[in-house]
Every structure is written in C-alpha cells, then in structure tokens.
C-alpha cells in the first residue's frame, strides 16, 4: 500500500501469547492474528499444530530458543520483525505462555516502537497459571495461601548480580519458578537458607498442559535429588507451597483414559479433526500421519452426465462425505442446488455421512441400522425399486456390494466416480521417527484405502513392533488390515469415529 508521498506503508506485528501447549489455550484474538498475517515467527515452546490456522500463503519462521540454545539471536530475530513489517507485511510473533511474562515480549515491542512500526500485544494464558492448574495444583487457596509469586528461575547472566529478593520471597505462600530446572538445587538452597522449610511441598511439572506432561513431587529439600532420579529436563514449571498438597485430590488431567497414548490418524487431512478433537479430550498424544488424499475423479463425464438428468433418479446414495461434497459442488458449479432434488430420496450409509447431507438443507430418507454397503442393501428390503433409477456418486474405487444388491432388488444402477483417494505422499521417515522414540501406542484405520496406503509409505513389508496397536473401524476395515498382515487389537461395534475414539478408552481403561 502506498501512501501520499508514494512511500510504502509498514506493516504490523501482532505479538501473541500462544498459551502453555495445549492449542485450545489459543485465545480467539491470538487464532484471528494466526489467520490474518503474511508472516508468522514462532518459538519452541509454541504448539505447532497452531500454524494449522495460518492462511496457505503465509512463510512461517523458526525461532528456536530451546534451552538456552537460539536458532535465533535475539538481535536478529527483532531486526526480522522490523524487516518484514518494514515491507508493508503482517506479521504474528507467537510466543509461548504469555510474551509479558518472561517471554521478551517487552524488548521486542521496544524496538518495533523505536522503529516506528505499528504492533499489538495479545496477552496469552501464562504457563505459570495453566501448568500448575492441568496438574491439579490451586496456586491460591482459601484454606491454604492468599499469596502466589511468579519468578524466573534463569535471571539475565548480564545482571551480575541477582535482583531477587530471597528473603521477602520466602514469605510468600506459594511461589512458581519457571525456567528453573537447571537451577533448582540452587533455588532450593536459596529459599530454605532464607527461611523457608525444607518441608515444604514442591513439584515440578514439565511439558504442562500436553498429552507429555509429566509431574513429580516432594519436598523443597528433596525435590532436586527427585529430580535427578527421574531425569527431569526443561521445559518445566517448579512450584513450592502447601498447595501442592491439592495434587493428591485434584489431579485431573493425567487421569484422562488416554492420557499420554500416542494415537495415529490415518484418515485424510479434513477428515481428521473430529477425530483429533474427540481423542484430545481423552488425554491422547494425536499424531495426524494422513495416508491418504481426496482427489477428484480423472474426469467428470460421468457424475456431470448424471448431474443432467438428476430428475430421472428415484434415489440417490451417499457412501460418505467426501461423495456429499463432490457432489453438491459439481451441481453447484453447474448452476443447480438441493432444489433440483426434488422427489429423488435420499440415503446415506451412516449418520456422518447423513450430517453432511442436511447440512445442506436436505433431509436424508434412509440412514441403515448397520453402517457399511451390506446395511444399505438391508435398508432398500422393503422398498419398491422395480424400474426405479439409483444414481450411486462414490470413490473410484470401491467394493461392489451397493450396486449388486440393489439390481437384484430391480433396480438400474447408475455408479459414477465421484472422487479418488490417492496417495497422501507422506515420507515413511515421519512416522518411523515417532515409533522408534516410542511415542507411538496405536494406530487407527478408518477405510481400506488408508490400510492399503499406510502400506505404500511404509513399505510392504513392514511389520509394527510389539507395543504399537491397531484399531479399525468396522468390519471391512478390519478385513483389510488383516489382509495386509496386521492384528487387530480394537474393533467397535459402532462404525463411526466416535464408537470407535470410545472403543480405544475402554480398551486402555481394561
């Protein structure tokens, strides 16, 4: 944009508070600022499943910061703030926690304010609330304390000497240090030779609010040697008080059914959500390793012929969303909608893919009681279909049980290609990473097309180490895992993504 005198004008940068880790922390302005920026510089500490909302234009910048470790220097990463608003972009500085609290945030805003460039802060949820809280600890109690102070437990080395006072801090009740693990012993020293007593409940909670938080306790005169025992590295949040004592009866977010399971999503990319939501919930570390991708068909004759004659159909089948969507998008851009359906019924094969259809203001007619092509068939027993034309828009590939079933019922079959499910071209690498660390607990199949894909990755001969599960959804699912040389440890018996999310709880609860 330029202005007046023909110089361009500069850009703004939005610094965020991406929150403590977990991505529904993310405040509604900080996901607006997310969608809205050209570029967005983000840290270590900032979930990486947030940069989901950034437009598929925006450049993304790595900062680093991990443990001391820059990326980054300081200096550098504020002179790109100032470049690449200093282009006229809009740029999202996401920082984890909150950027006022211990996060820089106020130097970088210093020199964007000296620069003359515009910006915003938006406040984000401090680990040093949203960590003590997911592991079950009140900073504040009525019964306990009415006090709480934050501190960092790594001062600026370029200050010579501390500017914490020890004394008046160990009058506190409950005090959180963050970034003080490597030195807690010296922390703990600090505060029991300035009064306070070695007795006094501690905990430490690293990676807090994730599916990888881990939480131990004791006492401030113990906690360091606990910490040694259990090999206990940054990131984590060090709180000391009797709230600790809480823990005991509070602790809610460890105990989650799934808390902590690495469960793989195999379903293509704009499917997974649901899925990812319900298994977030549950506690469960979601890893999206999509094996497949939804294409269109290699041509349109056929589901743009039928499109033409729509009003000769007496029914139409929907074997999923994905043939919902191709469908209505195909009519749209023909210049036609849901009003050119009139007198043809509807039946979908299961209640998701019945939602997609009246999302569109179209009832569904027939949802069967068994959610694969052997309900369908059921459905149809009762009804007249001598002579009747059945259009069936599916993937183009897939089994021919619909159309079988329903020509010998008297029907004239229409099967057009509505969509492909195509190779996802994800590397074996991504996911062969995770299972050696051990971040893998199972993998979940939703179709046969992402069992046969994850193979195409992999390799055909791959096997999965003993300790990685796998959950199917539905019988067809499972025929083809088995196929392929895999055991089936989950199977539920109702074939949705939300039977099969509450089939992996209470195989986990068992």
């Not at 499943?49 to 437009?55: N, W």
């Amino acid at each position: 944009m330029k202005g007046s005198k023909g110089l361009s004008k500069p850009g703004k940068v939005y610094i965020v508070g991406a929150g403590p880790g977990d991505p529904g922390l993310l405040t509604l302005r900080g996901k607006k600022c997310i969608e809205e920026a050209d570029v967005i510089v983000y840290d270590h500490l900032v979930n990486e499943d947030l940069l989901g909302f950034a437009r598929k234009d925006a450049r993304m910048v790595y900062a680093g910061k991990r443990g001391g470790d820059h990326t980054i220097p300081q200096e550098e990463l504020n002179m790109i703030l100032v470049r690449e608003a200093g282009k006229g972009l809009n740029v999202a500085r996401l920082k984890g926690g909150d950027p006022f609290v211990f996060g820089r945030g106020g130097e970088e805003a210093e020199v964007l304010s000296r620069a003359g460039i515009p910006f915003e802060v938006v406040p984000g949820i401090t680990s040093a609330i949203a960590v003590p809280a997911y592991a079950g600890i009140p900073l504040t109690h009525r019964g306990y304390t009415s006090t709480v102070a934050f501190v960092t437990g790594h001062e600026d080395p370029g200050k010579g000497k501390s500017g914490i006072d020890w004394r008046a801090l160990s009058g506190i009740g409950t005090i959180v240090f963050l970034m003080g693990v490597k030195n807690l012993a010296q922390v703990a020293a600090n505060l029991i030779g300035n009064g306070k007593s070695p007795g006094t409940p501690a905990s430490l909670i690293r990676w807090g609010t994730t599916a990888d938080q881990r939480t131990i306790t004791g006492t401030l005169g113990d906690i360091a040697d606990r910490a040694k025992e259990n090999r206990f590295t940054p990131p984590a949040i060090f709180v000391v008080g009797d709230v600790v004592r809480l823990r005991a009866e509070l602790e809610w977010f460890e105990k989650r059914p799934l808390f902590g399971k690495g469960v793989v999503i195999t379903r293509p990319e704009p499917q997974a959500d649901e899925m990812a939501e319900l298994l977030l919930r549950e506690g469960a570390r979601v890893i999206r390793f999509p094996t497949v991708r939804i294409a269109p068909p290699e041509s349109w004759e056929g589901l743009d012929g039928a499109l033409g004659r729509i009003e000769d159909y007496r029914w139409v089948v929907f074997t999923s969303a994905n043939g919902v969507g191709f469908f209505f998008r195909r009519l749209k851009e023909a210049g036609r909608d849901v009003r050119d359906l009139k007198g043809v019924g509807v039946c979908t094969i299961g209640p998701a893919t019945a939602a997609a259809v009246e999302k569109l203001g179209l009832r569904v007619d027939i949802v069967p009681r068994e959610f694969v092509s052997e309900g369908v068939v059921k459905a149809f027993q009762g009804v007249d279909l001598r002579g009747k034309r059945v259009l069936l828009p599916r993937a183009a590939v897939a089994r021919d049980v619909i159309p079988r079933g329903l020509a010998e019922l008297g029907a004239k079959v229409d099967v057009v290609v509505a969509y492909r499910t195509v190779n996802s071209g994800r590397k074996r690498s991504e996911l062969g990473k995770l299972i050696g660390e051990g971040k893998v607990d199972v993998i979940t199949f939703t179709s046969p097309s992402t069992v046969s894909n994850f193979f195409e990755i992999m390799g055909k001969d791959y096997a999965l180490p003993a300790g990685v599960e796998v959950a199917c959804i539905g019988p067809v699912t499972e025929k083809a895992a088995v196929r392929a040389g895999l055991r089936v440890d989950i199977l539920q018996e109702t074939y949705t993504v939300p039977g099969l999310v509450q089939s992996l709880v209470e195989y986990y609860k068992r």
